[in-house]
């Protein structure tokens, strides 16, 4: 089964990756908000912004949004922001990382450009910054908050990666076997029908891959690949499907938001993290050019507050960017999750830059 790579932007700049199974199918919804009278909410002091970046947004009294469609985390965290700022007319430009970097590049040479961007790209967006694209912005919650690229570049919430499976087939104890990612090759397993989403998928899926390649080795992988029963996936979603339908048992590399979404909604689903704990990040930045920078400040400072955090990790399984907050989702009381102690770094770029030799692999395989 061939699975398409990602296409390359005019600015040579990789898109289409896909940050999570819970997203949409990949096009841009717009909405927006009429301005109601000018006022102010006291909940930024609570917050720590300073009421003069409130009122010089306020002065600006709009706000133009190109960001990811994690819903319903994103939906109800600008419906919040509406009713604390209303003094301000939001529009949002909602859809999947690739989309979103490609209606962001075409309003930039356009000279058009919106006042926030929000990626699933994160390699992406540390190549951006390094070409000049964004301002210099220091958030409220400084060092707290984790920096991809500081001062231009921040997180804004983490995905875990994982193996997700179905409790119909898989036991506590088989999955007991799944210690580190090397442990997919256990002899436990070896019955199974594995679902494996390939790493064209993007962001979470071909960090994973990236692991399993550069860090297990190529041969590891492909004898993975060619000695089990497989079922390839282009993408999360419908992979996630598969598993809770039971046409797959096993399913990997899958993010923690697919699999516990499914969860709550009471489908035979767990979510297992072998060590080293893979974590993939979206991004955060205020492009240059913003016609309403203050506006922008405004927001971000929201979303990498205790409340903006709040609603990726409730409604989305995010976990926090904002160091100071812990993960509080009821998930984390569950006797089957647990997250190792030690981690991978994170390598966007580097990830980005293995894009296409991952996926040539991966349909040279399946």
């Not at 690949?225 to 339908?245: D, R």
Request: aromatic share 10%.
């Amino acid at each position: 089964m061939k699975i398409q790579a990602r296409a390359l932007s005019a600015g040579s700049v990789a898109i289409g990756l896909v940050v999570l199974a819970a997203c949409s199918s990949g096009g841009v919804t717009t909405s927006g908000a009429a301005s109601p009278p000018s006022s102010t909410n006291a909940s930024a002091a609570s917050l720590g912004i300073p009421q003069s970046l409130v009122k010089s947004a306020c002065a600006e009294g709009k706000l133009t949004l190109y960001q990811l469609d994690v819903t319903p985390a994103v939906t109800n965290l600008n419906a919040a922001f509406r009713k604390a700022y209303p003094c301000l007319n939001v529009t949002s430009s909602e859809g999947v990382g690739g989309t979103i970097l490609t209606k962001y590049q075409a309003a930039v040479a356009a000279k058009t450009p919106p006042d926030y961007l929000e990626l699933s790209l994160a390699g992406d967006m540390e190549q951006m910054a390094s070409q000049g694209q964004f301002l210099k912005f220091t958030p409220v919650e400084g060092s707290n908050v984790s920096a991809l690229v500081p001062g231009l570049v921040y997180a804004d919430f983490f995905l875990q990666m994982g193996v997700m499976y179905n409790t119909s087939v898989v036991t506590p104890a088989m999955i007991s076997q799944l210690k580190s990612w090397s442990d997919i090759d256990n002899p436990a397993f070896a019955k199974l029908n594995i679902g494996l989403v390939s790493p064209a998928a993007g962001g979470t899926a071909e960090t994973a891959w990236y692991y399993l390649v550069h860090t297990l080795g190529q041969s590891f992988a492909e004898n993975f690949v060619k000695t089990h029963h497989i079922t390839p996936f282009p993408s999360a979603q419908p992979a996630a499907e598969a598993l809770a339908s039971g046409q797959v048992d096993l399913l990997l590399p899958e993010a923690s938001s697919s699999a516990l979404a499914l969860w709550k909604a009471g489908a035979p689903v767990r979510f297992a993290i072998p060590s080293p704990k893979i974590t993939t990040a979206t991004a955060i930045a205020i492009p240059v050019g913003a016609p309403d920078p203050s506006a922008a400040e405004l927001y971000e400072d929201y979303v990498l507050s205790s409340v903006g955090q709040n609603f990726y990790e409730q409604g989305n399984y995010g976990f926090p960017s904002n160091t100071t907050i812990p993960f509080s989702n009821p998930v984390a009381q569950q006797s089957w999750w647990s997250v190792p102690s030690q981690s991978f770094s994170y390598q966007a770029q580097a990830v980005n830059a293995a894009s296409s030799s991952l996926v040539a692999l991966f349909n040279s395989w399946t």
